[in-house]
């Protein structure tokens, strides 16, 4: 039995939550898949009183739930077993510095994103990563999950964003590897080992992430495309065109628009014209640089035949509309039922081709479904969900779940894709991880879960599963 009460002798009364009907913020998770409840969830509001914690867990075998806002996709952050304290670092949220200039800010791991974009904007520069729980998620979760998000393509992911961390080991210590150093041959990268570790390594409490300069605008656009194939040929010429200065590009189906326009979720449609597919496009205008690249590939587009047309926004006001409805693509779903969800990624020029092969095989498996693929397709990664057919019982429907999963993840192990492109395994792919996985891969994976965490408290059955087995000392 756990003694939660003696986490208060290290955080305080007030800092220690174990009545069931006040935990629930920290247990009602986006997905609505995980309902698991927790021994309690305690908040540290100082890296000490993590240490602290994490001392007292190893000692007394206690699992350990690092959490940032709760908004993670694969219930990583959420127990599985029932026996788990959470760690809410949602206390521990500084911004320790920020130097615009150089190009880094130090922040904790419990800064909501959103605030770590106002801090870096005020001093004049841009934190570049940005998604749609970017009210909600925080430091340390987003290194945790290594998020991706919508300018990967011209800033990368979390990880790539990082240049230090600072993390408390499962024994307690601390490990300062705080650096804006962009260059540091010294051993073994061990800041990354953090990074998309799903809080089974270590307990992050703060980071120094790189800033960049602040663009003077944006030109944005919506365009029409015939299918998959000529969103990617748009792509190939928008980055010849524009270079670096491409920082989104995203597709969308018609389906989609449809949805947000018939539940109300959009006052006016995004789209010039009627067409099956869409990109939303963006290119930064860096100060000195000379406006109208987009529109001028874009005429280029047309005249080669690989748009129809494109709304190029001529206000804020447009250019939020047209990102809202990119942003309201997965909610929108919701509101016609049950969907099925893969969150995949396949090298670029293969985009078409998984969504051709996977609209087919899921629509032969499941009579009337309606895929409704989304997302990045500048980086590969697709959100390739499938709403149920109109009508349908969703539970029925989610019943077929495995068959559609079964035939998008093999299609995408085919094209060289990754099962998991930017929201984890948590424990809802711990399964498939252990299917697909190179072994040897998740051999070095158990190796390396051993030797930081030997008693297993970290994080326990997510990501390696049960497969894993601690080795106490
Ligand atoms: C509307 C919506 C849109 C989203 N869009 C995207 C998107 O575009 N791209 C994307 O990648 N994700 C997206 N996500 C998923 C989610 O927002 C990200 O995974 C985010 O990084 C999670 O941050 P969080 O603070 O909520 O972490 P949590 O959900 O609290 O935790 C996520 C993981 O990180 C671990 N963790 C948390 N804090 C720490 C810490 N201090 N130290 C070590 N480990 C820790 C947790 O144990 C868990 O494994 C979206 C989610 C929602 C709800």
């Given amino acids: 039995m756990v003694k939660v009460g003696e986490l208060r002798a290290f955080v305080g009364d007030d800092s220690v939550i174990d009545e069931p009907g006040q935990m629930a913020a920290y247990l009602n998770e986006p997905r609505k898949r995980f309902h698991i409840p927790a021994a309690a969830v305690v908040r540290p509001a100082t890296v000490p009183q993590v240490q602290a914690i994490a001392r007292w867990a190893n000692e007394n075998r206690v699992p350990l739930i690092p959490q940032g806002g709760n908004t993670g996709l694969v219930g990583a952050q959420v127990p599985l077993r029932g026996d788990e304290v959470i760690v809410s670092l949602q206390r521990l949220d500084a911004i320790r510095d920020v130097n615009a200039q150089a190009g880094n800010m130090t922040v904790e791991a419990g800064v909501i994103l959103q605030h770590a974009h106002d801090a870096a904007e005020a001093a004049g520069a841009i ?19 290594n998020a991706g998000g919508v300018q990967v393509l011209a800033y990368g992911n979390a990880r790539e964003l990082c240049l230090g961390i600072e ?4 024994d307690g210590r601390l490990y300062q590897g705080l650096s804006a150093l962009r260059k540091d041959n010294t051993g073994y990268d061990l800041r990354d080992l953090f990074i998309g570790a799903e809080g089974t390594l270590g307990i992050i409490t703060a980071a120094t992430m790189k800033l960049f300069p602040r663009p003077v605008g944006y030109e944005t656009a919506f365009c029409s495309v015939a299918g998959p194939e000529a969103a990617l040929e748009l792509f190939y010429l928008m980055r010849e065109r524009t270079g670096s200065r491409l920082t989104a590009f995203e597709l969308m189906p018609r389906l989609g628009l449809d949805l947000l326009l018939k539940h109300q979720m959009t006052p006016q449609d995004p789209a010039a014209s009627l067409s099956p597919w869409y990109a939303l496009v963006e290119v930064n205008l860096m100060k000195g640089s000379a406006s109208g690249a987009l529109e001028a590939a874009l005429a280029e587009a047309f005249e080669r035949g690989i748009i129809a047309d494109a709304t190029v926004a001529q206000s804020e006001t447009e250019r939020t509309r047209m990102w809202s409805a990119r942003e309201l693509m997965s909610e929108v779903q919701s509101k016609e039922g049950a969907s099925i969800k893969h969150d995949v990624s396949v090298p670029i020029a293969a985009v078409p081709r998984l969504i051709a092969e996977g609209s087919a095989a899921v629509a032969r498996a499941i009579e009337g479904v309606r895929p409704c693929p989304f997302g990045h397709m500048g980086d590969g990664n697709i959100h390739f969900n499938f709403s149920q057919p109109v009508g349908a019982d969703p539970k029925a429907f989610m019943a077929r779940e495995a068959d559609a999963n079964a ?63 601690a080795v106490p000392t």
Avoid: C
Avoid at 435 to 443: C, G, I, Q, S
């Fill in 127 to 145: 934190f570049p990563l940005w998604l749609a729980s970017q009210g909600s998620a925080r430091i340390g979760g987003l290194l945790g999950s």
């Fill in 407 to 469: 035939a998008i993840y093999d299609i995408v192990l085919r094209l060289g894709g990754s099962v998991s492109a930017e929201h984890g395994i948590g424990q809802l792919k711990t399964g498939l991880l252990e299917r697909v996985k190179d072994p040897v891969a998740l051999a070095m994976m158990h190796s390396i879960k051993s030797a930081l965490d030997p008693n297993g408290i970290l994080n326990p059955g997510k990501m390696l599963g049960s497969a894993h087995k």
């Fill in 167 to 170: 993390a408390v080991l499962a």
